[in-house]
């Protein structure tokens, strides 16, 4: 009698004792990913768009392939789609090169809800030209002010920017009013994808966005690997800020022109192996089927927000709504530092994270010092969510016993 | 035994639900205030030196149990050490005093107290020279 194989079968580290709650970090990869970086190394391991010999041939159709599946699972043409090594560094040449033309006193619209990579590179680009930051605050809900981002997105806004979901409290933003708002006032927008697309498919066309960024690790691709997606007529008018070879036209010694997209804006040698790897990440998820996917985050979610909140001295942060979060899930424990929750779970071979989750603006505005935060991942299951509740009975137990 | 259980044994947990010393230092000589990004501790020292010793040391903050006890254990390993004997405290006497071993993730949160103390001390006595 065979069993059916499943979905924690492709993921060779799951043979291992743990029960992985941080997805929303890094997720793991399945063995076809991983095979798929090993297949360059061994197989045909060139650089791309320069040789004439076999292996590079191989290499260079297999690389721009890789762009065609991002491309076509996002709804883009394949020269809109730019590799970089995650989403933080998209949003630094997105903030790079959208600032440059900013005046003194231009308004860039973010929320308090922004991780530090789509918080700091504005940040600093903005104190170059004189430009303002402001910050779309919440409800009590945790889900995005609406009318907060009415208020503040105006004539004076040239570039709005936030995330699609929270690393954090989970919200899903409501990207499309913010987007109509932006255009309204002739704002470009800036979506950080980072924790959307692994659970989730935008037709980034649809929607309309100028620029969106994700990170290829955070969807079972390798570490290192993500991009960028710009409206064609954008990405051709922007100006590059990482120069180098192969994103060039000409060079003489006085200036240099540009290639044309997406190699403008992917300068050297790319991280071949794992593009191929992130390509393959995509195509899993799309032999799963992101509908499924995402009812099984929400599922999850859903059930891990019951099973917390009915813990004594438990407190889950973000939207109740399973419609308005998605698979992250943070929460406190009365009395015990979230780093200890963590270190206790980890006994329990249980892996959360705890900290700031890079949103230290956002700790200062709920007025915590840090939470403790569970993600899913494709490969979670019932039982993983039963195994964090026990793991934090027992940190209860340990922490609170009397001395 | 599971070692790493042993972090949260007795006197760990009782100098963290009982810390010694915390609050806020009448006359101190120096404060400094640290935190920790990577785990959110943020804690404040205060202390008052009279005659080139310690009199006495006081903590205030938020952080895990670790820095908590570590620091709550300090305030009274310093007491009436001199400021040099201060400025000699090691890593190694840290984890003498705590007693179990301190993983390297938890590293930082054990020598909060140490680093703290020695900067503040750095600080305060040696633009005096």
Redesign the interface.
């Given at each position: 009698m065979t069993t059916q194989p499943t979905i924690q079968d492709d993921f060779p580290i799951l043979t291992q004792d743990t029960v992985y709650l941080d997805s929303a970090a890094t997720s793991l990869k399945p063995r076809q990913v991983i095979d798929a970086v090993s297949e360059y190394y061994e197989k045909f391991n060139a650089n791309v768009h320069r040789g004439a010999f076999g292996w590079s041939v191989e290499a260079t159709n297999r690389f721009d392939q890789a762009h065609e599946v991002i491309a076509e699972w996002f709804g883009a043409d394949s020269d809109e789609i730019i590799f970089t090594s995650g989403a933080t560094q998209s949003l630094n040449i997105l903030a790079q090169s959208l600032t440059a033309d900013l005046q003194e006193g231009d308004e860039i619209v973010l929320t308090i809800l922004e991780h530090h990579s789509n918080l700091v590179p504005w940040q600093q680009h903005a104190k170059k030209v004189g430009a303002v930051l402001k910050f779309i605050e919440l409800n009590e809900d945790g889900t995005l002010n609406l009318d907060h981002a009415r208020e503040l997105i105006t004539d004076k806004t040239k570039i709005v920017s936030f995330m699609a979901v929270s690393n954090v409290l989970g919200t899903i933003l409501p990207i499309k009013e913010l987007i109509e708002l932006a255009h309204a006032h002739g704002a470009v927008t800036v979506v950080d994808g980072a924790q959307h697309t692994p659970h989730a498919r935008p037709n980034l066309r649809a929607l309309g966005v100028d620029f969106y960024a994700f990170s290829g690790h955070k969807m079972y691709g390798p570490t290192g690997t993500g991009g960028f997606y710009g409206k064609r007529e954008l990405l051709e008018e922007l100006e590059p800020s990482h120069f180098g070879g192969g994103m060039i036209s000409e060079v003489s010694r006085e200036d240099s022109t540009w290639n044309e997209l997406p190699h403008k804006f992917e300068p050297g040698t790319q991280n071949i192996a794992g593009a191929l790897g992130m390509a393959e990440g995509v195509l899993y998820m799309k032999g799963i089927g992101m509908a499924t996917i995402t009812a099984h985050t929400r599922t999850l979610t859903t059930y891990a927000i019951e099973k917390l909140q009915s813990l004594d001295g438990v407190k889950v942060y973000g939207p109740m709504n399973p419609v308005h979060r998605n698979g992250v899930i943070s929460f406190e424990v009365e009395g015990?530092?979230?780093?200890?929750v963590a270190?206790?779970l980890?006994?329990k071979k249980v892996a959360i994270r705890?900290?700031?989750h890079c949103a230290?603006p956002l700790?200062e505005y709920l007025n915590v010092?840090?939470l403790c935060r569970a993600s899913i991942g494709l490969y979670n299951t019932k039982a993983d969510i039963d195994a964090l509740v026990e793991g934090i009975v027992y940190a209860q137990s340990?922490?609170n016993?009397s001395? | 035994m599971n070692i790493t259980n042993t972090i949260y044994r007795e006197n760990i947990l009782d100098h963290n639900q009982n810390p010694r010393n915390k609050g806020v230092l009448e006359a101190a000589s120096f404060s400094y205030k640290y935190r920790n990004p990577a785990c959110g501790d943020n804690i404040e020292i205060q202390v008052r030196i009279k005659n080139g010793h310690v009199e006495k040391m006081m903590f205030d903050g938020v952080g895990c149990a670790i820095s908590t006890a570590s620091t709550s254990i300090m305030t009274d390993f310093v007491k009436g050490k001199s400021v040099e004997e201060v400025i000699s405290i090691t890593q190694a006497d840290v984890l003498s005093y705590l007693g179990i071993p301190i993983s390297p993730g938890r590293e930082t949160c054990a020598f909060l107290p140490l680093f703290s103390l020695q900067k503040g001390i750095k600080e305060k006595y040696e633009h005096k020279k």
């Open positions: 015990i530092h979230p780093h200890d270190d206790l980890n006994q705890s900290g700031h230290m700790m010092p840090g340990v922490m016993q001395v | -």
